[in-house]
């Protein structure tokens, strides 16, 4: 069973910049979490996707944006980069939202120069 | 909203016990989930508590108490490869996966 998948694995992008971040779930998961993590810090919520639909979001501003697809997979969009978005970007996955375990992505690690 | 504290950085033996503390505030609380993350790696489940007290998976243990706000991770006979950041997790009213700051956990020989 294929696990989380994200895509790219790296990007570079400068400032003032769109960039897109793909996720695919494990197969059969409907839901899609999405992290913002700053090198050496903690993981902060970003977005929440379940069957299709934005379920929750993070204290984020609304340049981060994203949806998620007929098929589960997701994209977190950020628009008007600035140098602090430079993250790693880690998206998870469970089977249903309130499942306990949830799986991740080996994220994309944005850099915004 | 919801916030979980624990601490930044725990330094340890091999060999020797670890108990890293979480306490947290929020509404509708599901569980509290325990991920570690080696550097450069994806956070990777390790257990999840929804009810009170211990539970217990090899060398690692959780252990919750509703009414305190609070659990922990307690690692036992800690091993080299133990060195990784743990984070402790709430699920809560919303669905939202609250991660905290995370734990350095540092194994020296």
């Known amino acids: 069973e294929a696990g989380v998948t994200q895509s790219p694995t790296h990007l570079i992008k400068t400032r003032g910049q769109q960039a897109t971040l793909r996720c695919s779930p494990i197969?059969?998961?409907?839901?899609v979490y999405w992290y913002q993590q700053a090198l050496g810090l903690g993981l902060q919520f970003l977005l929440w996707?379940?069957?299709?639909?934005?379920?929750n979001r993070g204290n984020f501003p609304p340049r981060f944006s994203g949806r998620q697809f007929p098929n589960y997979s997701s994209e977190l969009n950020v628009n008007a980069l600035e140098l602090e978005d430079s993250a790693l970007y880690l998206c998870?996955?469970?089977?249903?939202?309130?499942?306990?375990?949830?799986?991740f992505g080996q994220g994309t690690r944005l850099t915004v120069v | 909203g919801q916030s979980l504290e624990q601490p930044s950085e725990v330094t340890a033996v091999e060999g020797a016990i670890v108990q890293i503390n979480c306490t947290y505030q929020?509404?509708?609380?599901?569980?509290l989930s325990w991920y570690q993350q080696h550097d450069g790696g994806a956070p990777t489940f390790l257990s999840y508590?929804?009810?009170?007290g211990l539970e217990e998976t090899g060398r690692f243990s959780s252990f919750l108490s509703r009414s305190d706000s609070y659990g922990y991770l307690l690692l036992q006979e800690l091993q080299m490869k133990d060195s990784a950041s743990y984070f402790c997790?709430?699920?809560?009213?919303?669905?939202?996966?609250?991660f905290g700051g995370g734990t350095r956990v540092l194994v020296k020989p």
């Open positions: 998870a996955s469970n089977r249903q939202g309130g499942d306990t375990e949830a799986f």
């Open positions: 197969s059969g998961h409907t839901s």
């Open positions: 996707y379940d069957e299709g639909e934005e379920r």
């Open positions: 929020t509404s509708g609380f599901y569980g």
């Open positions: 508590n929804a009810l009170d």
């Open positions: 997790a709430v699920m809560a009213a919303g669905n939202k996966l609250t």
